[in-house]
Antibody, heavy 113, light 112 residues
Framework: QVQMKETGPGLVQTTQTLSVTCTVS????????VHWVRQAPGKGLEWMGI???????NYNSALKSRLSISRDTSKSQVFLTMNSLQTDDTAVYYC???????WGQGVMVTVSS | DVVLTQTPPTLSATIGQSVSISCRSS???????????LHWLLQRPGQSPQLLIY???RLESGVPNRFSGSGSGTDFTLKISGVEAEDLGVYYC?????????FGSGTKLEIK
């Protein structure tokens, strides 16, 4: 059974760096990709990026300069790192499997000065 | 980037009523491999989104068959035949034909 779970800080200061971990089970990261999607409070869904099974990545062009997605296949973990945070980065951050049929519960991150 | 325009933004329905949501794309979603990567999600209040329909019309496992999807090219529709109370939430279309993945702005379904 596929499961995805995000863990991360609830609060981050402006200008600091966000790190969120997605731990997956039920499939291999070397076979399937994992997306990161975020949702600001009361807003819609925004695709952030993906790490593919071969380890390559693609990013939302609006976030590309601040965003990095990596993984540790031995731990079945995918990492999202985003720097220079601002208050409008406040959102729920989701990891999602490549086919969009398994979503984590999301982690709420508040960016505050 | 592909822009997906969903209408209406909000929808109010009674139990048992049939409703439709439209999703129009700024460009054709037919991939060169013959697939059309247009999917529908439902986000119930306080929950993560869940996949309802994939590849335009294929029902995700466990999703009730009152949900159906149709369309081609740039015009797509999600239909709920007989709304039930548990169907309330926000519906999103999402496309994966053209990078980057993009989402519609959502349609909020309210139950009268």
């Amino acid at each position: 059974q596929v499961q995805m779970k995000e863990t991360g800080p609830g609060l981050v200061q402006t200008t600091q760096t966000l790190s969120v971990t997605c731990t997956v089970s039920g499939f291999s990261l070397t076979s399937y990709g994992v997306h990161w999607v975020r949702q600001a409070p009361g807003k819609g869904l925004e695709w952030m990026g993906i790490i593919w099974g071969d380890g390559s990545t693609n990013y939302n062009s609006a976030l590309k300069s601040r965003l990095s997605i990596s993984r540790d296949t031995s731990k079945s973990q995918v990492f999202l790192t985003m720097n220079s945070l601002q208050t409008d980065d406040t959102a729920v951050y989701y990891c999602v499997n490549w086919e969009l049929d398994y979503w984590g519960q999301g982690v709420m991150v508040t960016v505050s000065s | 980037d592909v822009v997906l325009t969903q209408t209406p933004p909000t929808l109010s329905a009674t139990i048992g009523q049939s409703v439709s949501i439209s999703c129009r794309s700024s460009q054709s979603l037919l991939h060169s491999n013959g697939n059309t990567y247009l999917h529908w999600l439902l986000q119930r209040p306080g929950q993560s989104p869940q996949l309802l329909i994939y590849l335009v019309s294929r029902l995700e496992s466990g999703v009730p068959n009152r949900f159906s999807g149709s369309g081609s090219g740039t015009d797509f529709t999600l239909k709920i035949s007989g709304v039930e109370a548990e169907d309330l939430g926000v519906y999103y279309c999402v496309q994966g034909t053209h990078a980057p993945l993009t989402f519609g702005s959502g349609t909020k379904l309210e139950i009268k």
